[in-house]
């Protein structure tokens, strides 16, 4: 009995150890997942490994990545794991490292034939003229050479504690609308464009969502 109650202590004391050591998910799918260190900061602009082995990348407002590519050359899924020893949704294989592998993929049969920053450009525009008045533009840029970033801010007086579901029907908007839009970018770009989006309610952030 002693023995069993010796054991059982060492198990206690192994995880409890790992749950200090590693840190804290908080969020949601919905809202974006954040990872707090021991320290009380965010991981941010940087990957990290969780305790199941899988690496994971945060941005600069701390949420996960997820479907997308990071650093031009790996790629994250959909639960946010990079992918490792397979192909990824757009063709290309990536390594046991998770890296791409030069010279497999759709990628060597086309070379971009417009520069991202016109393509990052080319969908502004059109975002502003499609928008109406509920919807601002706080901000718009490019990363990773794939990967168009908006800010959007969603402006109603009536939204208060309904902040869900207008970021719900607006995703639903985009994502009927946004294949008209992207793909004729990729094809113009010579490999698949990413949208990432971090919606706003009447100038709070709500969360992060990736198309």
Known sequence: MKRRLFITS???????????YAGTWTGSYESGWRYLNDNGTYVTNSWMQDTDGQWYYFGADGVMLHDTWVEGQYYLGPTGAMLMSTITPDGYQVGADGKWIPGVGPQTAQAAAMP???IVEGFRQG????????????DIHGENN????????IIDGEAAGYESLYVSLM???LKETLPETMDPLSQAYGQHVYLRITYMVNGRAYGTKSY
């Open 171 to 173: 995703d639903a908007v």
């Open 10 to 20: 060492i198990i206690l004391t192994l995880i409890l150890g790992i749950a200090a």
């Open 116 to 118: 991202f920053d016109e």
């Open 127 to 138: 975002f502003i003229g499609s928008a109406d008045e509920t919807v601002q533009l706080v």
């Open 146 to 153: 794939n990967t168009i970033v908006m800010t959007l801010n």
